[in-house]
């Protein structure tokens, strides 16, 4: 069934940059994913950067897992996100941009640094966005997400950096960006916002909007993030320094709209009223 957002969360969207949304996948989906999460840790996908654990945990973390699993791949098409996603942007066009799994272990303590997302992508536009669904009941203790409000309006682009020690993710200079200023010896100088989350809920960001997340301090309970990633119509490609390159394509030139094989378009607002 189609979740419709409020008026009132995609005004919270567009002034804070997240917004939390109750209850957008039901028990079908959920199950799916959790099955195809768990296919990917026993045979992980070719773009896996998992991290080397702080604590007794494990942190698995997988990009572009759509294109693996059949599971994936329909939730990223068919659970009413794309649409959900055009409501936000307003949008006449929606593509996939990628999907992504952050698994973090009962005992992981690593922290997820703050960050924007959007100087790590080869895409340029405002209408980019990102869905995180909850697999697990998610609080302070498990590592819930923290979003800087309002900060998808700073216009600064960080430095993107890896997220720990991992062999496959290192990150050219760009000289436009700047150092992330460190927001965790400083919190109370931002307006920091986060949400305990059931599963199911979904928190929807822009890709512009800083956020981090807590190590997972529980020794009973997991902390299962799977996110997938929108374009709207706005959208060009864009291979500048500092963008992942598992993320690039021969099949596009940078000013290109993200129309292809790897970037397809997910909902059309002239297909959905046909």
Not at 87 to 115: C, I, M, S
Not at 184 to 202: N, Q
């Amino acid at each position: 069934m189609q979740y419709w957002a409020t008026p009132q969360e995609i005004e919270a969207f567009a002034a804070d940059g997240a917004v939390l949304l109750r209850g957008v996948i039901g028990p079908e989906w959920l199950e799916r994913v959790a099955a195809a999460i768990e296919r990917d840790i026993d045979n992980p996908g070719p773009f896996c950067h998992s991290y080397e654990a702080e604590g007794e945990g494990r942190f698995h973390g997988n990009l572009r897992v759509w294109q693996n699993d059949p599971d994936f791949r329909a939730y990223c098409f068919e659970s009413g996100l794309p649409e959900l996603a055009a409501q936000f942007f307003g949008a006449a066009k929606v593509n996939l941009l990628y999907d992504q799994l952050f698994v973090k272990e009962p005992g992981t303590t690593n922290r997820t640094r703050w960050h924007n997302d959007q100087p790590y992508w080869p895409v340029r536009g405002w209408q980019v966005m990102s869905f995180w669904l909850a697999l697990d009941p998610t609080t302070a203790a498990n590592g819930r997400l923290e979003f800087v409000r309002g900060s998808h309006r700073w216009d600064r682009w960080f430095q993107p950096e890896p997220f720990g020690r991992t062999v496959t993710r290192s990150y050219d200079d760009n000289p436009d960006y700047e150092k992330m200023p460190d927001i965790e010896a400083a919190r109370g100088d931002y307006d920091i916002v986060a949400w305990d989350m059931a599963p199911g809920d979904v928190i929807a960001f822009h890709a512009m909007a800083v956020h981090g997340a807590g190590g997972n301090r529980r020794d009973d309970v997991r902390r299962r993030g799977y996110t997938v990633r929108y374009t709207g119509d706005d959208a060009r490609y864009d291979t500048r320094p500092g963008t992942a390159k598992p993320l690039w394509t021969e099949t596009l030139r940078d000013g290109d709209p993200m129309d292809c094989d790897l970037y397809p378009v997910v909902w059309q607002r002239d297909a959905a009223a046909a």
